[in-house]
């Protein structure tokens, strides 16, 4: 299964610290990663390997949306900066939607993506 990861700029750290609890699941052979470029290039540096995008602002957030709405994502975590602007907040608004649309679990805070890693944990391993 395909995990979508993208981190406005002022949550790349936080993301980086969330993945870093869940890297034992996070390495499971059915698990891979992309995410949104920048991001991807934080989560590369803390051991991870990923699929980079686009950056967001070049259309990082659209082709997650596009890879949604055809089912080849499982999972979209999305830390978002709900106190900075976004150029490219067209795109993110579509990402949301289109995870509704298609009924893909989206954690948009990392108090949600842990419930949704836990519930990913216990499917894959049973404990
Ligand atoms: O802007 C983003 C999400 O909307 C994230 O893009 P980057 O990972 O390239 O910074």
């Not at 989560?43 to 967001?56: C, M, N, P, T, Y």
């Not at 994502?73 to 649309?101: G, Y």
């Amino acid at each position: 299964m395909k995990i979508a990861l993208i981190a406005h700029d002022g949550k790349k750290a936080d993301m980086v610290h969330f993945l870093s609890g869940f890297k034992q699941l996070l390495h499971h052979a059915d698990i891979t990663l992309c995410a949104t470029g920048t991001t991807g290039t934080h989560i590369e540096k803390a051991g991870f390997q990923v699929e980079k995008l686009l950056s967001g602002p070049l259309g990082g957030d659209a082709q997650i949306a596009a890879m949604a709405a055809q089912k080849e994502i499982a999972i979209v975590v999305f830390f978002r900066d709900p106190l900075d602007k976004h150029p490219h907040e067209p795109d993110v608004q579509m990402l949301l939607r289109l995870c509704d649309v298609h009924n893909i679990p989206l954690a948009t805070n990392p108090a949600t993506a842990d419930l949704i890693f836990n519930g990913l944990q216990l499917k894959l391993h049973g404990n």
